[in-house]
């Protein structure tokens, strides 16, 4: 069967086809009347939205997350507000950040890490589709995030506060002694400066590796509390209040 261009009935100009909101809506480019396009595949030979769309839910039915995050991106590029896409990779990255039970890339876990990962990822990719929904919808978006929020914010107020020890070779080895847990605030504010302050300069990187070498044993003398601890614990104070004010 012969392909018919796409022509307007009122006054026979192109009807320009767009695909923003993944429907195939085509409006001529001399009247602005509007037409309902019926299963765009291509425009100008180039996959639409909605096509790709498609190919990323086919890929997530498979379990196949990273060829999905790639058709989503691929939608963003084409149409960046589009709600589909941004929800979509919420959803496969909510599944790698379970997939990693919710470890930083220091192998360290717990409350405030879980948290801090899952409201990360909230906030890239699920506030924006939500922003871009429609009511309804965005409505939907807001009710499947409203169980993590909660736990972000349980998580925040202490409420999963517990004895924790870091896990891998990157934990603050000194501030968990002296505070008694690894998920506080203080120890989560210490390990952001050193991820997005120390870690961006050669002093503060070897500044890092010193302290991993020789905090473990200060560590073990600092948890048994007395004046160096509380000493410590009063510098630290300091400080971290000093990096809050920035």
Same mark, same amino acid.
């Given at each position: 069967?012969?392909?018919?261009?796409?022509?307007?009935?009122?006054?026979?100009?192109?009807?320009n086809?767009?695909?923003?909101?993944?429907?195939?809506?085509?409006?001529?480019?001399?009247? #602005?009347?509007?037409?309902?396009?019926? /299963?765009?595949?291509?425009?100008?030979?180039?996959?639409?939205?909605?096509?790709?769309?498609?190919?990323?839910?086919? $890929?997530?039915? /498979?379990?196949? &997350?990273?060829?999905?995050?790639k058709?989503? /991106?691929?939608?963003? +590029?084409?149409?960046?507000?589009?709600?589909?896409?941004?929800?979509?990779?919420? @959803?496969?990255?909510?599944?790698? /950040?379970?997939?990693?039970? &919710?470890?930083?890339?220091?192998? *360290?876990?717990?409350? @405030?890490?879980?948290?801090?990962?899952?409201?990360?990822?909230?906030?890239?990719?699920?506030? %924006?589709?939500?922003?871009?929904?429609?009511?309804?919808? $965005?409505a939907?978006? +807001?009710?499947?995030?409203?169980?993590?929020?909660?736990?972000?914010? +349980?998580?925040? *107020?202490g409420?999963?506060?517990?004895?924790?020890?870091? =896990?891998?070779?990157?934990?603050?080895?000194?501030?968990?002694?002296?505070?008694?847990?690894?998920?506080?605030?203080?120890?989560?504010?210490?390990?952001?400066?050193?991820?997005?302050? @120390?870690?961006?300069?050669?002093?503060?990187?070897?500044?890092? %590796?010193?302290?991993?070498?020789?905090?473990?044993?200060?560590?073990? #003398?600092?948890?048994?509390?007395?004046?160096? =601890? =509380?000493?410590?614990?009063? +510098? @630290?104070?300091?400080?971290?209040?000093?990096i809050?004010?920035?």
């Open positions: 069967m012969a392909m018919q261009p796409a022509i307007c009935t009122s006054c026979g100009g192109k009807i086809v767009d695909d923003i909101d993944l429907n195939g809506f085509g409006e001529c480019e001399y009247c #602005h009347a509007a037409y309902k396009v019926i /299963d765009v595949i291509t425009i100008d030979g180039l996959p639409t939205a909605k096509t790709l769309l498609q190919s990323a839910t086919f $890929a997530m039915e /498979d379990g196949n &997350y990273e060829k999905a995050v058709f989503f /991106d691929e939608i963003i +590029a084409i149409k960046p507000n589009c709600h589909e896409a941004w929800w979509g990779l919420y @959803l496969c990255n909510a599944y790698f /950040d379970a997939y990693y039970q &919710y470890r930083d890339k220091y192998g *360290n876990s717990g409350p @405030l890490v879980k948290a801090s990962i899952m409201q990360t990822t909230i906030v890239k990719y699920a506030k %924006r589709a939500i922003e871009y929904a429609p009511q309804e919808t $965005a939907k978006y +807001a009710e499947s995030i409203a169980e993590s929020l909660q736990f972000i914010e +349980a998580a925040k *107020n409420e999963f506060d517990v004895k924790e020890e870091p =896990s891998g070779q990157s934990g603050c080895y000194i501030a968990t002694a002296v505070y008694g847990s690894y998920s506080c605030d203080e120890v989560y504010a210490l390990r952001r400066f050193r991820d997005e302050v @120390l870690y961006k300069s050669a002093a503060g990187r070897l500044f890092i %590796r010193i302290y991993y070498k020789v905090s473990p044993t200060l560590a073990k #003398h600092l948890k048994k509390g007395g004046a160096v =601890s =509380s000493i410590v614990r009063r +510098a @630290l104070d300091k400080f971290i209040h000093g809050l004010d920035r």
